[in-house]
T-cell receptor, first 112, second 111 residues
Framework: DAGVTQSPTHLIKTRGQHVTLRCSPI?????VSWYQQVLGQGPQFIFQ???????GRGNFPDRFSARQFPNYSSELNVNALLLGDSALYLC???????????FGPGTRLTVL | QKEVEQDPGPLSVPEGAIVSLNCTYS??????FMWYRQYSRKGPELLMY????GNKEDGRFTAQVDKSSKYISLFIRDSQPSDSATYLC???????????FGKGTRLSVIA
């Protein structure tokens, strides 16, 4: 079975631009969570979605938004990019939001 | 004070050594404790998990949780060069709450 997949792998944007990151969960998993990992830090929780509804939101500004589609894939959107948004964005899926989360390889975003 | 504290290292050991990795935390509501391994430019991979206090062993890996001290540990026996990675501790209050991670400890095992 395929694991969690994310696209694109790498992305370079300039300040003020908008970005959309995509995630496909493991087949059968209905919950998707997004994390931001800045270089040298642990992942920090951004959003959790389960059955297409937002179930949790971390301490991130409103420039960050997400959604989950009927096939349980998800998008993370970031508007008005700042240099500090440069990070590895990780998607994790789980069956029902239960404890075992499986992470994808991440999307590395660089903001210039 | 951060909710989860983890010494970032780096930690360098010879092959075959016993490695001890540790985290402390401040939120006494944490019930689930995990260790993830993350290779360079990859996503985290779940290694071990423990619910509440106690020990858990899986091959060369042993996880320990001491809730009274708010302290968790991961021991790696007979360390191998392939164990070279960043090790992240993570914890959560309940089964469906977000994971709270430590900074990660970068480990190098030298052949």
């Amino acid at each position: 079975d395929a694991g969690v997949t994310q696209s694109p792998t790498h992305l370079i944007k300039t300040r003020g631009q908008h970005v959309t990151l995509r995630c496909s969960p493991i087949s059968g998993h209905k919950s998707v969570s997004w994390y931001q990992q800045v270089l040298g830090q642990g992942p920090q929780f951004i959003f959790q979605y389960y059955e297409k509804e937002e179930r949790g939101r971390g301490n991130f500004p409103d420039r960050f938004s997400a959604r989950q589609f009927p096939n349980y894939s998800s998008e993370l959107n970031v508007n008005a990019l700042l240099l500090g948004d440069s990070a590895l964005y990780l998607c994790a899926s789980s069956f029902r939001g239960q404890w075992e989360q499986f992470f994808g390889p991440g999307t590395r975003l660089t903001v210039l | 004070q951060k909710e989860v504290e983890q010494d970032p290292g780096p930690l360098s050991v010879p092959e075959g050594a016993i490695v001890s990795l540790n985290c402390t935390y401040s939120n006494s509501a944490f019930q689930y404790f995990m260790w993830y391994r993350q290779y360079s430019r990859k996503g985290p991979e779940l290694l071990m998990y423990t619910y509440s206090s106690g020990n858990k062993e899986d091959g060369r890996f042993t996880a320990q949780v001491d809730k009274s001290s708010k302290y968790i540990s991961l021991f790696i026996r007979d360390s191998q060069p392939s164990d070279s990675a960043t090790y992240l501790c993570a914890m959560r209050v309940s089964g469906n709450t977000p994971l709270v991670f430590g900074k990660g400890t970068r480990l190098s095992v030298i052949a």
